[in-house]
């Protein structure tokens, strides 16, 4: 063969080594043209045997065997050396030399130096060339930390590979860096949306083996992220495409060998009347080899599979180990949301609560103006703090929407009765459309869908001056027995930016940074999980200067049974005492100001109460005495409410024992309900007074129920 013609078959090898059989074909013809690059002059020869040793390079590396891959690329680099007017060649090696130390070895230092230094003196290669090289180098870039100039290149590329077509495997490499390059930066949202676009594209165009790295570098991201659940769909993806990648190599090789017998038989029939034996033996040896090419295929494919199981078990035994730390950070921040819940709600009880008897006791204008403007800062920091807190069970998964029957029509007219005070004092108008042929009577979660309402309400009173408001219930699509209902909070105020309407659902974010009265950012956060909660999507319509329109549709389940709400059932229950001094009142409660408030409280309707500061003392006094309610706060020292709870139990099976807690985590409401625990019912704090002696009326003049 001539010296053209062995670069031929080179190049030609080069372009076909995207399977097992191939390469392995490859590896066999290069050195058998670096045998023959022996007959040729030195130049010839030194460049035959550079290329050659490049090219068995890149075949190990796309196997991962870096070591014998760096060998050849270093043989190639001593070839080449000797001679001149091949920088193409040697620009090629010394990236591929870079390559294997960054990502076979992780030493990205070495790469960059060989990188940087032949980008530099790139500028006579081909245009094609000459972004590879900047694609390689951007990466490098990444890993050591030189993010602009990684940034720098990586748009120059992705506007280049873009209009490139016939390379879509450069184009998904660019995303991937991306990818890497924002989950660097801890953009992790950014990273994961070029993620998921490098994985298309090598979908798109069966880059099976490059969709199995990409779905690698995703579920590392989102393993670092607490996302295991998603991790795991993601290993799903990397498994199906490693096997489709073995299969489609698997049919290449049956395909080879058709293609191999067939040409074996024509070479036979055309040579049998020449030269019979050497015929057969030259299909002997043909078969031969081929069944030595299926032999290493197979064994390779059975050592890749035997790999790839161990590493499946390895990233299980990770994903299970990393679940296990997420639930013991889980339920960390579950004890710390109930802790920081209780601490702040204690203290603001006290402030609530004085500030609301002084209201009653003090009437001159001045004095009463200054408490009222107190009471109001306290109700304003206890919503600031059952924000957060609200935020941070969602995050928890603490939040489960009840089911029990409720009249909506009545929810309704008593949100918008509610907020009347409070719109009229921006000059606003609140207004209610309730369409007529909504069922009254729905199953659902009416203190969620309440939350909803006000966020949305208060809100938009907040930017409404002299306007109008809308609170609009339309549209019932009834379908058996559900209700499918459009939802709508209106107003005419001061409308939201287009660029802003796609972030203020966002935790913590505001539509304009420098208005101040906007509060903690958390309102519409709060709702937008409330509504996924429900199974609705909420969306927004808004122009500045046009009003901004809230909606959504949620579907419910129609109680068909019932002829009156839970509402109504409750305030059947709830008879109203006529003296109430002939009743005492337990307290049990270690904070001192707390005792206080409540018993004040108390002393407005008449009650007559006594004290305990704690659970142990509380039971003595049972003991002596007959109480006709107990108010039962759960942390104490010495014995809490839950254990004390149960011991009065066993004295006293009939006096009602209302719980008071400052927590409100599912697993403290859970405990409290639960059919053992010996409470009747139970009262978060702070509370209203409307509230708390509904309860008390409630619990007093009806029979002990076992809270359930």
């Not at 090289?133 to 030189?146: D, G």
């Not at 709870?645 to 985590?665: H, Q």
Request: hydrophobic residues 35%; proline residues 2%.
């Amino acid at each position: 063969m001539s010296f053209t013609e062995l670069e031929n078959a080179i190049i030609h090898t080069e372009d076909h080594l995207n399977s097992t059989i191939r390469r392995a074909n490859g590896i066999m013809i290069i050195e058998t043209i670096i045998d023959i690059s022996e007959k040729f002059n030195p130049k010839q020869e030194y460049y035959l045997k550079g290329y050659s040793y490049n090219l068995l390079g890149k075949i190990h590396f796309s196997t991962k065997d870096y070591k014998e891959a760096l060998r050849n690329y270093k043989i190639a680099e001593l070839f080449v050396k000797e001679l001149e007017g091949f920088q193409e060649l040697s620009i090629d090696i010394n990236n591929n030399i870079a390559l294997v130390y960054i990502n076979g070895f992780n030493k990205p230092k070495k790469a960059l130096k060989r990188i940087k230094h032949i980008y530099e003196k790139s500028d006579d290669l081909n245009e094609n060339s000459q972004h590879i090289l900047a694609l390689n180098l951007a990466n490098i870039y990444i890993k050591t930390k030189n993010y602009n100039k990684a940034y720098h290149l990586l748009e120059k590329c992705k506007k280049y590979f873009i209009n490139q077509q016939q390379q879509p495997s450069k184009l998904a490499t660019t995303y991937t860096s991306y990818g890497e390059y924002y989950y660097r930066k801890k953009k992790y949202s950014t990273a994961i949306k070029y993620y998921e676009l490098a994985a298309t594209i090598a979908e798109k165009n069966q880059l099976f083996r490059q969709a199995m790295t990409i779905y690698k570098k995703y579920e590392d991201l989102l393993v670092k992220i607490g996302k295991e659940d998603k991790a795991y769909l993601i290993l799903k993806k990397y498994t199906k495409h490693h096997q489709t990648a073995l299969e489609i190599e698997k049919l290449e090789a049956e395909q080879y060998k058709k293609q191999l017998i067939v040409s074996e038989e024509k070479n036979t029939i055309e040579t049998q009347k020449a030269q019979q034996s050497k015929t057969i033996s030259i299909f002997t040896v043909s078969l031969l080899l081929l069944c030595l090419i299926l032999f290493c295929f197979f064994i390779y494919n059975h050592r890749k599979t035997k790999i790839l199981g161990k590493s499946l078990a390895l990233r299980n035994k990770q994903l299970k180990i990393s679940k296990e730390k997420s639930d013991h950070l889980a339920a960390v921040k579950t004890k710390f949301i109930s802790t920081v819940s209780h601490e702040l709600r204690t203290p603001l009880y006290g402030v609530v609560g004085l500030s609301s008897i002084l209201m009653e006791r003090i009437k001159d204008e001045e004095n009463h103006k200054f408490i009222k403007l107190m009471k109001f800062s306290a109700d304003h920091l206890l919503n600031l703090i059952n924000d957060v807190l609200q935020v941070s069970k969602m995050e928890s998964y603490e939040i489960r929407l009840d089911k029990s029957t409720y009249d909506i029509k009545n929810l309704a007219d008593d949100i918008k009765n509610s907020f009347e005070y409070q719109a009229d004092k921006n000059g606003n108008t609140l207004h209610l459309n309730f369409d007529p042929n909504i069922p009254n009577l729905l199953i659902g979660d009416s203190v969620r869908l309440s939350q909803i309402f006000i966020n949305l309400i208060s809100n938009a009173n907040k930017f409404t001056k002299n306007g109008n408001i809308w609170l609009n219930f339309v549209n019932p699509v009834i379908t058996d027995n559900t209700v499918e209902i459009t939802f709508e909070i209106k107003d005419d105020g001061r409308g939201i930016p287009l660029d802003k309407q796609e972030i203020i659902f966002d935790k913590f974010s505001q539509a304009n940074s420098k208005d101040h009265t906007t509060g903690t950012g958390l309102g519409l956060h709060i709702v937008k999980n409330l509504v996924d909660l429900h199974g609705g999507d909420i969306k927004i319509k808004s122009a500045p200067g046009e009003g901004s329109t809230f909606y959504f549709t949620i579907s419910f389940e129609i109680d068909t049974m019932s002829e009156v709400s839970n509402t109504t059932n409750n305030t059947k229950n709830c008879i109203s005492l006529l003296n109430t001094k002939e009743y005492n009142i337990l307290i049990v409660e270690d904070n001192k100001i707390n005792q206080i408030v409540t018993q004040n409280i108390l002393k407005t309707k008449g009650y007559y109460s006594e004290i305990a500061d704690d659970g142990l003392i509380a039971i003595e006094m049972v003991k002596q005495k007959k109480y006709d309610l107990i108010l039962m706060d759960l942390n104490m020292p010495n014995m809490g409410g839950m254990e004390s709870t149960k011991i009065i139990r066993e004295l006293n099976s009939d006096v009602p024992i209302i719980a008071l807690t400052a927590s409100d985590t599912q697993d403290t409401i859970k405990a409290i309900l639960n059919s053992d625990s010996g409470f009747s019912d139970f009262m978060r704090k702070p509370y209203k007074s409307e509230e708390f002696f509904r309860k008390i009326e409630m619990n007093i003049t009806s029979t002990i129920s076992k809270a359930s």
